[in-house]
């Protein structure tokens, strides 16, 4: 007689198996960037008006689903898998502004590419209401 009966092996496996789909699963999917594109330095003058420029857009573009205070809690927000994460965490900023606005010109998922919807100009302006 075997050891282990065939059946608790298989059944052992399989439990191994789907726990670590799980846990992948769990982890917060990477959206890789290249080093070089992260390293881009925001080419917008930071004054009153690239502020206000980028408040305006950013509640023309991004409020509906990144909240107001861009928590990712916005009207449509939940109705998206994975929901619109909160821009005012450390982790989305730890590429920096280059980062950011790489994923933001590309999109995924439910995040739309905006790639040609605004331009690069405008794209830096949003960044720039978080300037700190
Ligand atoms: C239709 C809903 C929607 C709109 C509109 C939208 N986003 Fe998103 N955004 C998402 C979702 C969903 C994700 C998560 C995508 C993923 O991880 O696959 C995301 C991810 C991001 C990320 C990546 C954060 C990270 O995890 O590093 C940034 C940055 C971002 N959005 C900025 C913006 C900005 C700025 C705007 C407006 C110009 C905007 N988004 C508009 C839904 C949206």
Redo the contacts with the bound molecule.
């Keep these: 007689m075997p050891l282990l009966p065939k059946k608790i092996v298989t059944c052992v496996i399989v439990f191994l198996v789907s726990s670590m789909v799980c846990l992948v699963a769990a982890e917060k999917?990477v959206?890789p960037i290249s080093p070089i594109k992260a390293k881009k330095k925001n080419p917008v003058e930071y004054d009153a008006s690239s502020i206000g420029q980028g408040k305006k857009l950013?509640s023309q573009?991004?409020m509906?689903?990144?909240g107001s205070g861009a928590k990712g809690d916005g009207p449509?927000a939940y109705a998206?898998t994975?929901?619109?994460?909160d821009?005012t965490d450390p982790s989305?900023w730890n590429e920096g502004d280059g980062g950011?606005y790489w994923?933001?010109t590309e999109g995924?998922?439910?995040?739309?590419s905006?790639k040609t919807l605004i331009t690069s100009k405008q794209r830096w302006e949003?960044l720039i209401i978080y300037d700190r």
Aim: hydrophobic share 40%; proline share 15%.
């Design positions: 999917i959206w950013y573009w991004c509906t689903c990144h449509s998206q994975p929901h619109p994460p821009l989305v950011v994923r933001m995924r998922e439910s995040m739309p905006f949003i």
